[in-house]
């Protein structure tokens, strides 16, 4: 079956545009996970959605970022005014239970 | 709080060598430990896991103990090859928890 996509799945954009970011989750997967992963660097958790929950937003960096999922499936992740030190991969993940995460292969983003 | 340190890369062998990648973790409950892959342009990927102390986990040739006493997770495997070259993640999901904690990575050569 389809894995996690996302796009784009590069974006280079000028310091202080906006960007959305989209990740299309396994069909049937309740739990949505986003990521950051600089270079040299492990993965930052971002956001968590599950189900019809609020998720959690422990790990955005500021309110710069934000992130929604609409009808339990896709979901956008919005980066408002972007800075230089926001380059890097950002990584969608699903599950169906939190236990094991499968990935999408991410979107690298550049801003000049 | 909890967190996982491996080994720092990037880790360069040739071909039918045998592979060790530490990975130690701190942790509050009793965690399950995973190694995740992220071949090159692609998503990460579950390679194997353990849920339990004295667990072994393995997959592809690899092989990874879950010790409760040394609170490790060393990834190993008997001969490598070159299509083994990426990045491996060892990672850790609190028991009941929703966030998995991902370690660095660490980049994996394989010369022919």
């Known amino acids: 079956g389809a894995g996690v996509s996302q796009s784009p799945s590069n974006k280079v954009t000028e310091k202080g545009k906006d960007v959305e970011l989209r990740c299309d989750p396994i069909s049937g997967h309740t739990a949505l996970y986003w990521y950051r992963q600089s270079l040299g660097q492990g993965l930052e958790f971002l956001i968590y959605?599950?189900?019809?929950?609020?998720?959690?937003k422990s790990g955005l960096p500021s309110d710069r970022f934000s992130a929604e999922r609409t009808g339990g499936s896709v979901s956008t992740l919005t980066i408002q005014r972007t800075q230089q030190e926001d380059s890097a991969v950002y990584l969608c993940?699903?599950?169906?239970?939190?236990?094991?995460?499968?990935f999408g292969p991410g979107t690298r983003l550049t801003v000049t | 709080g909890n967190s996982v340190t491996q080994m720092e890369g990037p880790v360069t062998l040739s071909e039918e060598a045998f592979l060790t990648i530490n990975c130690t973790y701190t942790?509050?409950?009793?965690?399950?430990l995973f190694w995740y892959v992220q071949y090159p342009g692609e998503g990460l990927q579950l390679l194997l896991k353990a849920t339990k102390a004295d667990d072994k986990g393995s997959n592809k040739g690899f092989e990874a103990t879950y010790r409760k006493e040394t609170t490790s997770f060393h990834l190993e495997k008997g001969s490598v090859q070159v299509s083994d070259s990426a990045v491996y993640f060892c990672?850790?999901?609190?028991?009941?928890?929703?966030?998995?904690?991902f370690g660095a990575g660490t980049r994996l050569f394989v010369k022919a």
């Open positions: 990672a850790l999901l609190n028991t009941g928890g929703f966030k998995t904690i």
């Open positions: 959605f599950q189900g019809n929950s609020a998720p959690d």
């Open positions: 942790a509050t409950g009793y965690p399950s």
């Open positions: 993940a699903s599950s169906p239970d939190t236990y094991e995460q499968y």
